[in-house]
């Protein structure tokens, strides 16, 4: 979020004199020192053997008595690295590579629940159980995966969320943890059956804006946006219970925002019981940018775990904005974590706020460790699928983006046009992300309207990104950034132009994709591109949507 929260945290800090304002751990006032930050990501130890990364997850969480008729499963991860990832351990591989099975065992309360083999080195193996054998209950299941390999015996531990039918009629978004996916029931609540939801909105301002005028809930919906994230406080409960209503009443999701009481579990404890039972409630949210402020690192997890003990049936999610400040210790709290890098007109050296110079261990320049690219945003998404999986959590978390919509104050000289807008969302998908919720509502009409234009082609387009049989291949080629998603026989080819000057993107770069163009092309995305034969043509900072094949 914009840097009016560290304006915030300045003042506060000068009434409690404290030494010096930070950011990010950062000390930014000209008159403070420079001091390390810490919290750096521990940058994990290369090993000179061979290391099996042997992870277990459940595909969906979470599992409900509707569930017990069709079989349920895990995933298996079992890459072989030289890393010293959390739970990596030595293997002694044949001279010839990577050869057998692990023979894989899953335990709960020491009873066998599924066994099966996977190919050491492979990623998202299914094996599939019966919920038949277990009741539903309200906290979660341990469970002991067990993998040998000749001699070897190697061990993980996961959870498996299988909840009783929700009370009251609850809605409950499930997450298909082979992509990451949410899957979800209409908002309107009249029933239907789940379906993948890719969350394309903006944080809206909810006093004077939304709550003072419902008629753009139905303005928002009819833009093709998927979810509203409104920004507390909600001071009038009645102005905060139309809004929902209003939102079930048109089906548009709500993203419930409590990063003002998240610390506080009396107030969790009211919100939630307020809100769960709300057909159009997708997700909840709780911390906003914490890693910024002196938030207790323990506190989304505490927020976490409460969430979960009142309602099981919604993933959690928090928006993490440094580069490398204490991820670990944030991150361990949330089901889905977003990134908020806004590289847009700001002046990434020198802090146009402090007057300070802005560096790894000082200053705030309102993109932390940024270069001021639009390369920012791929690199920060990368590398929370790098600490994803140094962590052991590539199968339970998911990312998601908050492109810069906002601009023309504190740090940031301009707002992004349009254009740029789908740029940094585009990129970021490509980069792995599984939702797009922009700062902030209401924006230019620029932003508006491209945002739109991107939310109605993600109706096709999540076929694809959100497909479990998707694969999925990566092409940068002088800074035009391409995801290509193969289902069967068809291909989403996503190319977006992150250079100030139009470029083109050969297809036939692609091994297999130039045939597929002899089928038949169909553009589902034009934000300044167009495609001829096998050559896509993009505008300058031009993004294109093409099904091929």
Known sequence: MPRLVAAG???ASLL??????????????ATDPVVPPGGQFPVPDTSSSSLLAFRCAPIIKPYLPEDA?????FLIDAPVTFSQVVGAAPIALPAHGFAGALDVTLKISGKTIARGPVAVNATKVEIPFSLKSLQPQATQFNVECTATYGSQTFTANTTLSYLPDPPDGRSVTKMDLRTGALLAKPATGKGGAYETVFPVGFYTNFAGYIASNLSLIDEIASQGFTVIHPIPTFDNLTALADVVQRMEEVGIYLMYDMRWTYMNNTAVTEEVNRIK????????????????????????STAYDLIYSLDGYHPVSLVLNCQDYYWTEYTAGTDIVMQDTYPVGINATWSVEWNTPCTPDYGDCGCDNCAGSFEDISTRMDEFAQRRFADGWELSKAVWTVPQGFGASEYWSRVPTGKEFVVQSVLAINHGALGVVSWDAPTTDDVTASASVLAKSLATMKEFILSPQATF??????????????????????ATN?????????????KGLAAKTLLGTKQVLDSGAEVQGHIISLESVGTGGFVVG
């Not at 080629?477 to 080819?493: F, I, K, M, P």
């Not at 992150?498 to 692609?510: I, P």
Request: hydrophobic letters at 40%; a negative charge; charged letters at 15%.
């Open 16 to 29: 409690r004199g404290s030494p010096a304002a930070t950011w990010c751990g950062k000390n930014y006032m």
């Open 69 to 73: 008729s069709s079989p349920a499963g």
């Open 9 to 11: 945290l300045l003042l």
């Open 498 to 510: 992150l250079n100030y000057e139009a470029k083109v993107f050969d297809m036939r770069s692609v």
């Open 277 to 300: 039972n709300s057909p159009a409630l997708l997700l909840w949210y709780t911390g906003d940018e914490p890693d910024g402020t002196s938030d207790p690192l323990n506190a989304t």
């Open 473 to 494: 291949a990566h092409v940068v080629s002088d800074r035009v950034d391409v995801g290509l998603w193969t289902v069967g026989a068809r291909t989403l080819v996503l």
